[in-house]
């Protein structure tokens, strides 16, 4: 069943990180209808915990186990208030006897602030002590998630000290989404990966040595299964790409030989191959036992080559901006809200 699942759910995602985050929470809030809280936690974990680490890998995401289970576990309990079937709605419609329909759809409705808690956890990982350096690292994450959390929250109830206008709902969101992503935002201007062209045989061995060592490089495969077309990510250090190059015997000549230099250095055989429908791809011939330990086989698809790149702002300045703009926008609005005010005494 688990094949099964991770089958249907990579082939309508593909390699796209956000669609396959949102059939995995809508996965959990079905599987979670009905359940109590610890078998709610138990049937989803062990069904969507392993298609998240093995798929999210593939969309170039390093996800930790405990990230993932926060993100199943959270999204298995808000089924709890999701309609038609939120056990927590109905109890309480039967306190304040209202109807138990629209009490969930009001619950899920002030629900929103927490669903956004997982794919924080996802995206940034910091807040569950991953990554931290010290304390007034750890102090500055927490400080701006919770600033995050509260511009998210003030969008979706739509009011702070009085009610916000449809444009400054859009600022909020945001100045959300900068404070609790800043390395995303940040990959609009300055993104982290630049991509390689294969390189013609021409290119001199030297250049291509310093072109793949020089940084970290990941690989973008798709490989055949009985379940369809698989996707995935193989990431190679700066240092494991030295060390495969330097063991390749005649230095890159094997891989010059059939016109591919970009990713020479991975000690690879790659042959222009064309599929079903015509179309030219790049297949993978010979492997190294280093190549083969990362993850790569023969008779794999070669879509996409890039590099890190080195030179890069911290994202940290995303956060400091951000913090500014809230200030300015706070400052701004309790004016107005205060002038408002004024007018209704007079």
Partial sequence: MNNALIGIVESIAGNNIYILLALTALLCLVLGLGLPTTANYLVVASLMAPVLVELGSAAGLVLPLIVVHLYVFYFGLMADVTPPVGLAAYAASAISRADPIKTGIQAFAYEIRTAILPLVFVFNTELVLIGIKSWWHGLFVFATSLLAILCFTTASQRFLFRRLRILEMVFLLVLAAALFRPDGVLSIVYP???????????????????????????????????????????????????????????????????????????????????????????????????????????????????????????????????????????????????????EAYI
């Fill in 192 to 342: 982290r990966w630049q991509s390689v062209e294969l390189a013609p045989k021409e290119i001199a061995q030297e250049q291509t040595i310093k072109q793949t060592t020089s940084s970290d490089l990941r690989v973008s495969i798709t490989r055949k299964t009985d379940y369809g077309d698989r996707y995935r990510l193989v990431n190679f250090t700066a240092r494991e790409i030295k060390e495969l190059s330097s063991g390749l015997s005649g230095g890159l000549s094997g891989g010059l030989s059939d016109g591919i230099s970009s990713i020479s250095s991975l000690g690879l055989g790659l042959e222009p191959r064309l599929d079903e429908s015509g179309v030219s791809y790049l297949a993978i011939t010979r492997l190294t036992a280093g190549a083969q330990a990362k993850g790569l086989r023969l008779d794999d698809r070669i879509t996409k080559t890039e590099r890190r790149v080195l030179e890069r702002p911290s994202p940290y300045w995303v956060s400091l901006i951000a913090m500014l703009l809230l200030s300015l926008f706070f400052w701004r609005h309790a004016s107005s809200a205060r002038a408002l005010k004024n």
